[in-house]
Every structure is written in structure tokens, then in C-alpha cells.
């Protein structure tokens, strides 16, 4: 079945350590999105890449980064994980714009300890 | 976009139907009204969406009010498995790429 792929479910780090969370789609849809998803918390969008272009959330730290060397994998990388970047993060794709249903994959749940 | 309002919390006894509201009062024209449920500790799903008419797949049935300010998700014949959390989203398209900004949703607890 065509799927959003994350790995690893769970990660833990250490403080100030990188750390950096795959994901990987067989739908080959265009955009690929990250959302933190804090306890408690609706989910809150990082960034997204159309295709090979990158949209930056204004509200996100320069902490978060972004890679996406195909269409099928794209990357999250923390630079320096603070206590406070202890969340699920996910994964999710759409086929195009936003008016084009969002799968999500299942999401990794980052501690920092 | 647009900015949800939803119950922080309901309950529905198992086997009746489950009624969702949310209010979208600054809903664009150009603007679709999503629906997503994420069950605890999983991804957000995929329910339904709708324009300005009503909509009903095999999940649920999406009722949009003529002025199109708020709607209903209705699921017909509430299971346990259906609790969750569920997020009304009213979503604009850009040409770009899009994306859309969840509102804190509603808990919906299924009892026995």
C-alpha cells in the first residue's frame, strides 16, 4: 500500500545534540510537510516543500532545518535540541496544493534528555 | 487562513451518532472546510471535505451551512474506535503549495 514512512517511531538525544528524522513516501505526491505536534497540542506546521522548493514558517527557529533530496524522502534536522523540542513530530504529504487531502505518517517522538 | 472554533470536548454513547461542530465565521470563498481525526498517538487521518455542499463518504457526512460559516461532522453510528481527537481545518489554495493550520479540535470520547 503507498504510505508516509517514518523512522525512527521513537528517538532519543541529548541535549544540544544534533539529531536529524527521515521520512519517506511511496505516493509520489509533490509536497511534503513537517508539523511538531507538542503533548496536548494540535499540530503546528515547521515548513513544507513544493517539489524541490522550500516554505519556511515565519515562527520557526533557525534550530529546524530541512532536506529533501528526492521526491520521495525528506529530512528534519534539530541543530541543537533544547528540552523544550521534546515533541511528536510528522511527517505528511499532499498530492499538491492545500486544497489536496494531507497523509500523514505515523510520526517520531523525539526525547531530549 | 481562516481560524476554527470547536468544543474542546464531547461524548457519545456507542451507536448513535456523533455531531461535530465547527464555526469557520471568516471562511474565503475559495476556501475548503477539512476534516482530520488523530486517535491517540498516531498521525492525523483523513476523514472529509466539502465546498459548500454536503458531503458523505464511508466515514462520515460533512453538513456545510448555506452561508457557509460553520458546519457538521457527522459520524452515523459512533464506535469506540472512533474516539479521538478531530480537527475542523479550513484550508485556501495557493498555486504554490498549500497548507493548513489546525485549531486546537475536539476530544470526542466514545462510551459504552
Known amino acids: 500500500d503507498a504510505m508516509v514512512i517514518q523512522n525512527p517511531r521513537y528517538q532519543v538525544t541529548q541535549f544540544g545534540k544534533p539529531v536529524t528524522l527521515s521520512c519517506s513516501q511511496t505516493?509520489?505526491?509533490?509536497?511534503m510537510y513537517w508539523y511538531q505536534q507538542k503533548s496536548s497540542q494540535a499540530p503546528k506546521l515547521l515548513f513544507h516543500?513544493?517539489?524541490?522548493?522550500?516554505?519556511n514558517e515565519a515562527d520557526t527557529p533557525d534550530n529546524f532545518q530541512s532536506r529533501r533530496p528526492n521526491t520521495s524522502f525528506c529530512f528534519l534536522d534539530i541543530r541543537s535540541p533544547g528540552l523544550g523540542d521534546a515533541a511528536m513530530y510528522l511527517c505528511?504529504?499532499?498530492?499538491?496544493?492545500?486544497?489536496?487531502?494531507?497523509?500523514f505518517g505515523p510520526g517520531t517522538r523525539l526525547l531530549v534528555l | 487562513d481562516a481560524k476554527t472554533t470547536q468544543p474542546p470536548s464531547m461524548d457519545c454513547a456507542e451507536g448513535r451518532a456523533a455531531n461535530l461542530p465547527c464555526n469557520h465565521s471568516t471562511i474565503s470563498g475559495n476556501e475548503y472546510v477539512y476534516w482530520y481525526r488523530q486517535i491517540h498517538s498516531q498521525g492525523p487521518q483523513y476523514i472529509i471535505h466539502g465546498l459548500k455542499n454536503n458531503e458523505t463518504n464511508e466515514m462520515a457526512s460533512l453538513i456545510i451551512t448555506e452561508d457557509r460559516k460553520s458546519s457538521t461532522l457527522i459520524l452515523p453510528h459512533a464506535t469506540l474506535r472512533d474516539t479521538a481527537v478531530y480537527y475542523c481545518?479550513?484550508?485556501?489554495?495557493?498555486?504554490?503549495?498549500?497548507?493548513?493550520?489546525f485549531g486546537d479540535g475536539t476530544t470526542l470520547t466514545v462510551k459504552p
Open positions: 505528511a504529504t499532499s498530492r499538491d496544493g492545500s486544497r489536496e487531502t494531507q497523509y
Open positions: 481545518i479550513v484550508s485556501a489554495y495557493n498555486t504554490n503549495a498549500g497548507k493548513s493550520t
Open positions: 505516493l509520489n505526491h509533490n509536497v
Open positions: 516543500y513544493y517539489d524541490k522548493d522550500f516554505n
